[in-house]
């Protein structure tokens, strides 16, 4: 089984990717490819990253985040990341990802969230 599983649900309100597994140098380059295919495929203003499944992250994956963090914004559209795991909201905390990326508790959270210009940041 690979390290990481994407699935992809297109919903009403945006496109949700379901990360099951890992991202790490292993997968990085999967999730980002993923990520930009998606931003280009689809008509959407929003990809939720339902991170219910996600076990782990390392920095070459928190790296990647970023990066499609910045992909997606540049095309207008905004990422956020849903259903995080304690273990994973401390990460994105420390290191300041979760100022920069918007995180909610629950993918439908994300989902009914209002959309607004995505920030610079």
């Known amino acids: 089984m690979p390290a990481l599983q994407i699935t992809t649900r297109e919903d009403d309100d945006g496109v949700v990717l379901v990360l099951d597994g890992e991202i790490d140098m292993a997968s990085e380059e999967q999730f980002h490819r993923v990520v930009r295919d998606t931003l280009d495929s689809v008509s959407t203003r929003r990809v939720v990253l339902d991170c219910t499944r ?3 992250v390392d920095s070459s994956g928190l790296r990647v985040l ?3 963090h910045r992909s997606a914004r540049e095309r207008g559209v905004a990422l956020f990341i849903a259903s995080v795991t304690e ?3 401390q ?3 420390v290191t300041g990802i979760d100022t920069r990326i918007t995180i909610f508790p ?3 959270a994300a989902l009914a969230a209002p959309l607004e210009t995505p920030s610079a940041n």
Request: net charge positive.
């Open 106 to 108: 629950t993918v439908e």
């Open 54 to 56: 996600l076990r782990f």
């Open 87 to 89: 273990r994973l909201t």
């Open 66 to 68: 970023i990066q499609s």
């Open 91 to 93: 990460i994105l905390r």
